[in-house]
C-alpha cells in the first residue's frame, strides 16, 4: 500500500516539475519577448510553486525527511509563489 502512495507522490510531483516548468519557461520567454515586467513575476512566482513541489518531494522521498516536513515546506513556497503570482497580475 504505501509503494503505492510513495509512487503516486513520484508521478505527481514529476507532472508538477514538468507542467510549473513548461509555464515558467513560456511565461520568462514572454517576458524576454516584451520586457513587461509583470511577465517576468509570473514566470518567477510559477517558478518558486513548482521549485516548492520538488523540494517538498525530494524532502520526503530522497532525503528521507517525514511527509509533514516535506508538506510544510511545498505549502509554504507554494503560499509565496501564489504570493509573486498576485503581484504580477497588479503590476502594471
Not at 7 to 26: D, E, H, N, Q, R
Not at 28 to 34: I, S
Not at 55 to 82: R, Y
Amino acid at each position: 500500500m504505501n509503494t503505492y502512495i510513495n509512487l503516486f507522490i513520484i508521478v505527481a510531483k514529476t507532472a508538477i516539475l514538468v507542467l510549473g516548468g513548461s509555464i515558467t519557461y513560456y511565461a520568462l520567454r514572454a517576458y524576454g519577448r516584451t520586457g513587461d515586467p509583470s511577465l517576468r513575476a509570473l514566470g518567477i512566482g510559477f517558478g518558486i510553486v513548482t521549485v516548492g513541489a520538488l523540494i517538498g518531494g525530494v524532502s520526503h522521498q530522497i532525503i528521507g525527511s517525514s511527509l509533514a516536513v516535506g508538506i510544510a515546506i511545498n505549502s509554504l513556497l507554494t503560499a509565496v509563489g501564489f504570493g509573486v503570482i498576485v503581484y504580477s497580475l497588479t503590476v502594471e
